[in-house]
């Protein structure tokens, strides 16, 4: 992996200083907000008390792949299912009391949430990987899902390849049916620009405006941010299409094999 200590052209470094992940991706609603709906409300751990957002801060360095909205639209239109559609579902079996009766309908919710946790989590890998303008063949990145069948973090594969004066940073997911994504980040103004930094922190106390005001960093952490115009999965796709939750047997199946840890 290339790591954040790593010298990085002057051309091909966009920093944002002092902007927390959730914030960058926050306020550029116009690429992100998609995401964001399903970021803020999955959680890294079965322990974690917090979202992704919330939690990633004790993590040290990392890479985010956020896919555009239009990527997003595009897995939801598949059958993706959102938070928003998994309320509804609930809603619509559950009691007076606010309680699903059903196993089946319970078994159909948990599928759903566990699904989506772990497609939010595949977009989010340790360590730093930089776009800069050397090549590199296939490497594979630990990504924050986890396979309880084979002990195994799920990986994405990335590389930078060169082509004509450029190199281009591009990824996949290990599913064995993923293509090759190129990142690539346009601002308002036209202006191309790659290796978006932000920082988290972790405090022991609300920080407000960004101001730090003598309260005390318990952790910190170093992202880096690729834009991608598509997304990556964690299981491969039959047609494209994401399962059909209605299925009992392939729930238990997937809720054993990607329980949230």
Known sequence: FTNCT???PEENRFTFKGELIATHLEKNPEKFSKFTEILKRAKLGNKSAGSILKTLSTYGSYTCFAPTNEAVLNAIENGLPTWKSIREDYDNCANEDGELTTYEDSLRIQYKITYLTNFIRTHFADNSVFADKSAMSDTEMITSSYDNEKGLFVKTIVKREK??????????DNTGAG???TTKYTMENGRDVKNVMTCDRECNSKVKDQSMNGKTTNASSYAVVHLINGVLNHEALADGKYPDFNSGNAARKYIQKFAIR
């Open 163 to 172: 082509n004509g004066g450029e190199t281009m940073l591009m990824v996949k």
């Open 6 to 8: 790593d010298d990085i």
């Open 179 to 181: 293509e090759w994504i």
